[in-house]
C-alpha cells in the first residue's frame, strides 16, 4: 500500500485527476438506431472545413477540408462585427447517392427489423389540439427559417461509418474543478451530429453535439472523496433539476461507482431513467401568449373550481411544441464492463482547441430560434460566452447553495448563533420600547380629560400608535426567529443522528427537484392504432374541411365552423379517453355563456332581487340572533 | 337459515359502502325534477299546436327544439332519481343532460323566442351540479 502511496504520491497531478475520472465514469446506454457516438476530436476536424459567415450571410471558405487540426482550429483569427466562424463536417449528397443511401437503409431494414429503431405511440397522440397546430406551424417555419439540409444527416451517417468505431475505445473529454469544497468531475461527449428531426421525429439536426455530464465528490473528513450528486445535461433542464443524489437508487442508477445514463437517440440527452420522454420545446415568439392563456385556465380551475375531483396533472405548456426523445436503452452501452470501452482524455490544462476557438462545431444554418445551428465548443456557448457548465459547475446544477456533508454542521452551528444574537438584539430592543411606549401611555393617561392639551394628546396618540406598530413587528420577527431557529435544532438532531437521518434521507433529497423529466407510463403507451392515426392526420383534416367549407358551402361558414369544430373536438376527446372532461368543459361553457345572457337582458331585475335577498338574510339573521 | 339470518345488517362485501345522503345532493335532485318539468312544460308548449290540431308552425325549427325539450326534460327526471339514489351514473347522466338542455336554451334564444325559464333552469342545475360536495359524493363512487 505504501508502495502505490508513494506512487501516487510521485505521479504528476494529473495522474489523480484521470484516476478520479476512471473510477467514476459512467455507463452510457443508446437507443437502437442510434448512429453517432462519442467520437475524437481529431477524427472529427479532420473531415470538417472551417468557415466564416459575416453579419449578411457571406460565406467564406477558411481552411479546406482535412487540414482542420485542433492547432489550426486554435490559430486567433479575426472576426468583425456579426461574423461567426463555423465548421462543415459533412456535405450534403446528390441525387443518386442520396437514393442508393435511402435503398441501402430500406433493405437493411426489412432484412434485420429487430436492429432498427421504431417509434412507438405518435408524440402528437399525447398533446391536445392547440399543440398540434402550433406543431403544424413550427414544421411549416422549418420551410422559411435557415435549416441543416434533409440529405445532410444521410452524409453525416455514411461519413460517420467509415469510422469503424466499433474496433476502438469511444473519447469522452474529462475535467476536474475544485469549487467551493465540491470535486467536480465533467465528461463531456462529442457527436458528431444530432440527427434527432430527421431520423426520430425530434426538434432539430444539427452538426456536432456537444454533450456533458457531472459527478459531485467532497472531502470526507478521513481525507477521502466520496461521491455525493450527479447532474447530466439534458435540454432546457437546469439547477436544482439536473441533479440526482448517489445513494439514490430509486432515481439514479448505478453499476458499482458507474452512473447509468440513458441518452436520447439522436438527440443525445441524457436521462436517469429508460423510457420515452414526452419533451416540450418553447416556441420563440410565442411564448408571450402563453400567459393570457394560463391566466385563463387559472380562472376556469381555481376560481369556477373546474377541476373536479381528478387528481391534479401537469397540463402541457399551451406554446410548446411536443417531442418524444426515445431513451430506452435497448442498444449499444458504453462504460466499464460494456462491449464498448472509454478512452479519457484530460482537458488539463485546458487545449488551446477548447479555450482559443469561439466559434460552432459544426453548420451554421442561421436559424433564427438557433435549433438547427451547431453549438460552440465545451466551454462556450453559441455566443461566445463562457458556459455555466464550465465556469461554475457546482452552481450549474443548483448546488452552489448546498455545502458539502462534511460542512454542513459548521455552517448550520455558526448559523443558528448568529441567529441566536439575532435574537438576543431583537429582545433588547423589545424591552427598550416597550418602556418608551409605557411611558408615553402613562403619559396618554394623565392627558386624557384636559381639554387644554388636547393638542399634545393628539401627537402622543399618534406616537403611541406608531410605537405599538413597531414593537408589534419586533416581536414577530423574534416569533419567526424561534420557529426558524427551532427548524434548524430538528435539522441539527438530524444530521447528528445518523438513525434519524437514513430514515427520510432519501425523500429530504429529491426535495430540491421541481421538475422531473419523466418516462411516459405504460398507460399513456397503451394507444390504439387508430388513435395514432387520427392524431396524426387530424389537424391537416381540419384545415383542408374549413377550406372546402369555405369553397362549398359559404353560406353555411358559421354553423359549418361550429359542426366541425364539434366533431373534431369530440372525437379527439373519444380517442384520448377524455369525453368525461369534454362534457363538464362544454357544459360549464355553456352555462357561462347563458349566464351572461341572463344578466343581460334581467340586469336591473337581477340587481333589485340581489339587494332585496340581501335585505331579507341580513332582518332574519339578526331576528334569529335576538330570538336566542 | 341461520345464517341467512345473520347476515341481516352485515354489510356484503360485494355492497357498496353506503353513507347518508347529504343535503346538498338532495338539493341537487330536487332542482334537477324542477328543472326536468319546466323542460317537459316548455317542451310541451311548443308541441301543443302539432299535438292538438296538427297544426305546423312556420318555423319548423321551433318544434324540433320543443321536442329536444320535452325528451330532454324526461331525461332529467330520470337523471334526478339517479341523483337523489346516488347512482355512479346519476351525475354524469345529469351533467350530460345539461349539455343539451343549455343548448336547447341557447338555440332558442338565437332564433328570437328566448325561454328565459328554461336558461335559468339549467344554469341553476349546473352550479348545483358543480358544488364541491355533490362531485365528491359521485367521484368517490366511481362516478
Known sequence: VRAVDDARAAAPPHAADRELLRRYEPILRYTRGEEFFPSDVEWYLAQCSLWECDAVGRRELLVEEGQVTPAVLAQPRRAELGAVHYLVFSDPLDLPEMTAFVLREGVARLRAPEEGFRPSVGRLARVGYLSRLIDALFSFSLLLRGRVPGDTAAAAVLLNRTRHEGDQPHPYYGRVVREQGWVALQYWFLYPFNNWRSSFFGMNDHEADWEMLVVYLHEQPEGDLAPAWVAYASHDYQGDDVRRAWDDRQELERVGDHPVVYVGVGSHAAYYRPGEYLTEIEVPYLARLSRPVKTLHAFWVRLLRQSGAEPPRDEPEPFRVPFVDYARGDGASIGPGQARTWAPVLLEPVPSWVSQYRGLWGYYARDPAAGEDAPAGPMYNRDGSVRASWYDPAGWAGLDKVPPPPRELAILDEHMATLAVQQQELETRIVARTDELRAWGVELAALRGNAHLAARQLEVEQRVRTLSADLDTLRKEVAQGEVVLEALARRKRRIESPAARAADELDERRLHIRRRAQPATAAELRWSRWAELWAAVSVGVLLVSVVLLLVAAREFLFVGLLALLATFVFLDAVFRRGVGRLVRTVTNGLAVVTSLILIHAFFWQLAVLGIVAAGVYVLWDNLRELHR | ?143
Open chain 2, 1 to 143: 337459515m341461520g345464517s341467512a339470518l345473520s347476515s341481516i345488517g352485515t354489510p356484503q362485501p360485494h355492497e357498496p359502502h353506503r353513507t347518508r345522503r347529504s343535503r346538498a345532493v338532495s338539493f341537487t335532485a330536487w332542482v334537477l325534477l324542477v328543472e326536468g318539468f319546466v323542460l317537459i312544460g316548455s317542451g310541451g308548449l311548443a308541441l301543443l299546436p302539432l299535438a292538438v290540431a296538427g297544426y305546423w308552425p312556420v318555423d319548423r325549427r321551433d318544434v324540433a327544439l320543443g321536442a329536444l325539450a320535452f325528451v330532454v326534460g324526461w331525461q332529467v327526471l330520470v337523471a334526478a332519481l339517479g341523483v337523489y339514489w346516488r347512482r355512479p351514473w346519476g351525475w354524469s347522466v345529469a351533467m350530460t343532460l345539461q349539455v343539451l338542455s343549455l343548448a336547447d336554451g341557447l338555440a332558442q334564444f338565437l332564433l328570437g323566442h328566448p325561454d328565459y325559464v328554461l336558461m335559468l333552469a339549467g344554469v341553476v342545475a349546473v352550479v348545483v351540479l358543480n358544488q364541491e360536495e355533490v362531485r365528491e359524493a359521485f367521484s368517490a363512487r366511481g362516478g
